[in-house]
């Protein structure tokens, strides 16, 4: 193995550092505690859209309860007099084919909008949750027989089967039936994700640790193995309300959304379609309403996810 | 290769029956005559609510009319709507058209979605990446018939560059400014999965090997990189699928296409039990296969996949 | 031809620094050496001492974070440091050639083997067509030792071992026979005797083309055995370097002298407890006169006194265990994990069980754990059959036995600091009020040297070697008898291994502990236990007391097993 030819290499050693070597794996007491949620929080802190999202959210949400604190005039207080009327005192953003007021319409379908999507995404987390959970949980033909019923409602999309639903349903279409609706389809994703968080987070050690202690199966469940799972689902909520706002603004569009009385954007943007090329306004005002209400769910949902997952941490 | 087509196939039957099933209960199991639906306003006499009933077999207990409808439907026959018209002789019409439309669809995302996903992934934090990632962020947002119609107002009405509606006979030419917006939400998705599986990939272990054996960059990346970014890329397409549908019927109605999507609408808006049924279950068994397709194509791009169950 | 007194690789005041969320991070602070032709050199660390980043920055592999800061990478007369990207990809394969750590991700899964070979081939021009690289390729794959190489080009690596996927990265590595050949721990995911032949294979085919070695390596006996020069780096720095033997048998660096007493194929005899209690602090000292004092390893030959009682701590009496696998459709297959082994470990004592993956000893921690339920057998603990036992006493055996596994970043649940964790098993089995809890967990941490503060810090503040203790803290909450650790040790850097193999050994000394301890590594079961099972297959191939099988191993597994270990050989003077 020597090779002789080569010149004999010399022994070297270095200085020792100052403050010598140190002891091995001394713990190093850093000046802020750190685990997942408490790093995500600092790292959400210091990005710019996630408070530009955020802020615009709790205003839509202070929107969506208080209108009567933005406008004055009511949604439904029109007068045909004033058909397709341009702006004037009081009333900024002008009148629609209905003489209604256009901004007291985008100031109450918040309220619509926000109520729906808040529904929908509070019955996907419920189905999705327990679904995914049994089927992470139990394995086995449990799990197969979820799936394979997840499969069949996912075979449909959702929207489209939101439309079926509700052009049969005709009297009572409320928000509740809307966001049932919507939700009723929209649930294997989530349940999808959950049950292979939880596949992954089974196969930890600290799952193995806490059930060779003597910890119930179930007790694990709770204690180690859903926290552990939930972060995924918070992030799909969030991107998932975005896209039922969408979904209820589409079926009314559609005209198989909210009855009349009930102030919708997608119907609003219906509505004026058919004078797009004489009078845009009342159909854009209500589309910048929607884009930006959907736009700043999807930038709080996109940050928060950038901020729980490690992977994207550690390539920023 | 061959056992995993089977199993895959083995899975799809169920779903197809459970699908159709939900549709079908979907229809008309809900609280609502359908009869009565159909009429709207205007109430039918005794006599016509009895013909529809008998003709619609609306007077056989619920599975009894789903067998028959299923039976119906492995012998290709679609029924007829409540207007007479047979519902096959109505895809046959629509169908080539929202196909044509479908794939200049398809093709306008994948193509321009995965160039675009790629670049910003390759070039990660440049101007170019935050400029597509917020382009693609709006896209995201901004609901497809608002889309829609700020297309055909802007690039129809004003500028002129395309046709507002379609013209009839359907040419190519007139697809495009439908297919583009009907392309565009799809286009942002394929472009954020693209980019972030291109950066993913670009870490892995065996790309650095392949630099390190002593592949230029210009093999590497199409070769190694690109090629396994399209996995995630190719799965999502199901997803993708699902959204053409419902984009489709908006997109039509908007631009006046005469395919199956406005079909499908009309439908809804006449409140057409049997032919809102026949349509939509046409699509699912579209989708179903679809998904089937996809799937094989992934068994295809990872070879991994063909051996575990 | 090159000339022998012109070093061919020259690597002089390396610097490489990487940019991360903390701003820049210097990895390798002015590192140089010089490599010659035909000669293997080893560059030796701990993680995070900047050996991988060397090796990966001579050729410019580093990640996108990486820069190279300073200093300059002479190789034939050019630096390789200023090269241009297209220049340094005509360096890489055909006059530098790499073969890299984890065989098992450094293959891209969707390409055939064959095309992997064959793009190496005509990318650094040893084939002009397709049918002349297809043929180069089988030749490679030959060389590499692998037999039925035309057919194997078809496979794809989700189908090869481990071993033969290295195999492969090797051949692909030499396929130009290039000057110098970088090997980055090319063994260390690999079983300990695929290891020796790989590294075999491995000298031989660079002795045959004159090519000279860089390995770079955590293990100091390996490099001991198979390289001429040694580099040991330690934080960015190179602390000692000069010829191995010599380095090994005469460190002069302090670092390099704790990496010699703590590297446990060279240590040779069991760890005995510090005898005296006082001597644990706050954190394990280790003090920087020559010889690791402190860590009461080499050279004390005083016989660990074996309790004398009555029956076995745990006994194995032909435990067996079936595992039903689903394979395709609705066949399932059905694999023996553990096949009909009998042992005894007597209190007070360590039992290794020591084999390659495979070989069920896993397993066999899990059925004593009762994680897993075994097919056929007994299994006794103090004399009682567990089968006998009713629930309420199971879960007072539970208590009794307490396990550690391998993952130090997956032992503990990221979301429940540390305090919790270890308080858990107090609270599972409902033992004293609050306050007592309290107590007792300052108490047991205090016992793995850990400082009081870490109650309120959560498992990513701290190190692997950290969170292991704490698992071992945890554990000895409930004062158990028996403590299983399952590859406890492995995950953890030589260093910080000693350190926590030295506090197990005091704990069980203090508190009469009996430990199974399950490992691959042959090495430190030398140094902590007292009897040994070898597993292979499912069966226990030989066992016996530690001193026995080492010096007169009767089965040839365990004869291979031992003839792996690197660095064994290899004889050292006084530290």
Not at chain 1, 7 to 33: C, I, N, Q, T, W
Not at chain 1, 83 to 89: D, F, L
Not at chain 2, 240 to 259: K, M, Q, R, S, Y
Request: proline letters at 5%.
């Amino acid at each position: 193995m020597s090779n002789n030819s080569t010149p004999r290499m010399p022994h070297f050693v270095a200085e020792l550092d100052e403050g010598g070597l140190g002891a091995v794996d001394a713990v190093r007491v850093s000046a802020r505690k750190s685990n997942l949620w408490l790093d995500a929080w600092r790292d959400l802190r210091g990005r710019w859209m996630f408070w530009a999202s955020g802020v615009f959210v709790l205003i839509l949400i202070v929107v969506a309860l208080f209108p009567g604190l933005f406008v004055q005039v009511g949604p439904n207080d029109c007068a045909l007099s004033n058909s397709n009327a341009g702006p004037e005192p009081g009333h900024p953003l002008g009148f629609d084919f209905q003489g209604c007021d256009v901004y007291s319409r985008v100031i109450y379908g918040t309220s619509t909008s926000l109520s729906v999507g808040v529904l929908v995404t509070l019955i996907i987390a419920v189905i999705g949750i327990v679904v995914g959970a049994f089927a992470g949980f139990f394995g086995g033909w449990v799990d197969a027989l979820l799936m394979r019923v997840g499969d069949m409602f996912f075979a449909i999309p959702y929207v489209l089967a939101a439309v079926v639903i509700m052009s049969m349903f005709l009297a009572n279409r409320n928000i509740l039936v809307i966001s049932l609706a919507i939700g009723l389809f929209g649930w294997p994703a989530l349940a999808r994700i959950l049950r292979s968080e939880i596949l992954r987070v089974r196969s930890a050690d600290y799952v193995m640790a806490s059930e060779a202690l003597g910890v119930s199966k179930v007790r694990t469940m709770f204690a180690h193995v859903l926290p552990n799972s939930i972060a995924p689902v918070i992030v799909v909520s969030t991107i998932g309300l975005a896209a039922a706002i969408t979904a209820e603004a589409t079926l009314s569009f559609l005209g198989v959304g909210l009855p009349g009385d009930v102030v919708s954007w997608g119907k609003d943007i219906a509505d004026a379609q058919i004078r797009l090329r004489t009078d845009p306004m009342p159909l854009i005002y209500p589309s910048i309403a929607l884009s930006l209400t959907v736009l700043s769910f999807i930038m709080l949902g996109e940050t928060v996810r950038d901020a729980l997952d490690p992977k994207a941490r550690a390539l920023r | 290769m061959t056992g995993y087509i089977l199993r895959r196939l083995l899975q799809a039957i169920p779903v197809f029956l459970g699908a159709t099933f939900l549709i079908f209960s979907m229809v008309f199991l809900l609280p609502g005559d359908p009869i009565l639906a159909l009429f709207g306003d205007k109430t039918p006499t005794d006599a016509q609510y009895a013909a529809l009933m008998a003709e619609y077999n609306l007077d056989q207990p619920f599975f009894t009319r789903y067998l028959i409808y299923l039976g119906d439907l492995f012998t290709g026959d679609l029924g007829t709507t409540f207007r007479g018209q047979s519902v096959n002789e109505i895809l046959a019409r629509t169908f080539p058209v929202t196909l044509r439309l479908a794939l200049l669809a398809i093709a306008i995302q994948l193509v321009f979605g995965v160039i675009v996903g790629l670049i910003a992934g390759l070039r990660k934090n440049s101007v170019f990446d935050h400029v597509s990632m917020l382009i693609s962020l709006l896209l995201i947002s901004v609901p497809v018939f608002v889309l829609a119609f700020v297309a055909q107002f802007f690039l129809g009405i004003q500028l002129g560059i395309f046709r507002p509606t379609v013209s009839r006979g359907v040419p190519w030419m007139d697809l495009m400014l439908p297919a583009i917006v009907l392309a565009a939400l799809n286009f942002a998705y394929v472009v954020r999965l693209t980019r972030a599986s291109v950066i993913e990939t670009r870490q892995q272990d065996f790309v650095r090997m392949a630099f390190g054996k002593g592949l230029s960059t210009r093999r590497v990346i199409p070769v190694h990189v690109l090629r396994n970014s399209m996995i995630p890329v190719t799965t999502n397409l199901a997803a993708d699928f699902g959204i053409l549908i419902v984009g489709a019927t908006v997109t039509e109605g908007i631009f006046n296409v005469p395919g199956v999507g406005n079909e499908l609408f009309g439908a809804i808006r006449r409140h057409d039990a049997p032919e809102i049924v026949s349509i939509v279950t046409v699509l699912v068994v579209i989708y179903v296969i679809v998904n089937l397709l996809i799937d094989l194509l992934y068994g295809v791009l990872d070879p991994r996949i063909r051996y575990v169950k | 031809m090159s000339d022998a007194n012109v070093p061919l690789l020259s690597v002089q005041n390396l610097e490489v620094a990487f940019r991360t969320q903390d701003g820049i991070v210097p990895a390798v602070r002015g590192v140089s050496f010089d490599i010659y032709p035909g000669e293997t050199m080893a560059i030796v660390g701990e993680s995070g001492s900047g050996k991988s980043t060397t090796a990966h920055a001579i050729i410019n592999l580093l990640p996108g974070s990486g820069r190279v800061t300073g200093g300059e990478v002479n190789f034939q007369g050019r630096d390789l440091t200023k090269l241009n990207r297209s220049q340094i990809e005509d360096v890489r394969g055909k006059l530098i050639g790499l073969v890299p750590q984890d065989p098992m991700n450094s293959l891209n899964p969707v390409h055939r083997i064959g095309f992997q070979v064959e793009e190496t081939i005509l990318a650094n021009g040893l084939a002009s067509n397709r049918r002349a690289a297809r043929k180069r390729a089988v030749q490679v794959l030959q060389e590499a030792g692998l037999a039925d190489a035309e057919s194997r080009l078809r496979q794809f690596p989700h189908e090869f071992s481990g071993g033969m996927r290295q195999r492969v990265l090797i051949g692909i590595g030499l396929s130009s026979h290039p000057e110098l050949l970088i090997a980055d721990e090319p063994t260390s995911a690999l079983d300990v005797t695929v290891q020796k032949k790989i590294l075999d294979h491995l000298a031989e085919l660079a002795a045959e083309s004159n090519t000279a070695m860089l390995f770079i390596t955590h293990d100091l006996g390996l490099a001991a055995e198979r390289a001429e020069n040694l580099v040991v780096m330690h934080r960015g720095r190179i602390v000692e370097s000069g010829p191995a033997l010599e380095i090994l048998q005469n460190p002069q660096h302090p670092y390099t002298q704790r990496l010699v007493s703590a590297a446990p194929s060279i240590a040779s005899t069991r760890i005995q407890a510090v005898s005296s209690h006082d001597d644990l602090g706050e954190s394990i000292e280790i003090t920087d006169t020559a010889g690791a004092a402190d860590l009461a390893a080499v050279g004390v030959a005083a016989a660990h006194p074996v309790a004398e009682s009555a029956e076995p701590a745990i006994e194995f009496r032909g435990v067996t265990k079936v595992f039903k696998i689903r394979g395709t459709g609705f066949s399932s297959q059905r694999f023996t994990a553990v096949d009909d082994i009998s042992f005894q470990v007597p209190k007070g004592t360590t039992m290794a069980i020591v084999g390659e993956s495979g070989s069920g000893k896993s397993t066999a921690a899990k059925l004593l754990l009762r994680l897993e339920q075994k097919t056929a057998g007994s299994i006794l603990v103090n004399g009682t059959d567990t089968d006998t036992l009713g629930r309420s006493e199971l879960q007072a055996l539970r208590r009794q036995m307490q396990p550690v596994f391998q993952d130090p970043y997956g032992s503990l649940d990221p979301l429940h600091n540390i305090g919790n964790t270890v308080a858990e098993p107090l609270r599972v089995h409902d033992v004293g009020d609050a306050a007592f809890r309290r107590a007792r967990v300052l108490e047991v941490l205090d016992q793995v040297a850990l400082p009081a503060s870490v109650v309120d810090r959560y498992p990513n503040e701290l190190s692997g070697g950290q969170r292991q203790r704490v698992a071992v803290a945890r554990a000895l909450a409930l004062k158990p008898e028996i403590v299983v650790l399952d590859e406890a040790v492995s995950a953890l850097d030589v260093l910080v291994q000693a350190q926590v193999l030295s506090l197990l050994a005091d704990l069980q000394s203090e508190l009469n502990l009996t430990y199974l301890f399950i490992t691959h590594d042959l090495a430190v079961v030398r140094v902590i236990a007292d009897h040994v099972c070898v597993m292979e297959k499912g069966r226990i191939v030989e066992q016996g007391t530690v001193d026995d099988i080492f010096a007169n191993p009767q089965e040839e597994y365990t004869e291979r097993l031992l003839s792996a270990i690197p660095g064994a050989g290899i004889t050292l003077g006084a530290g």
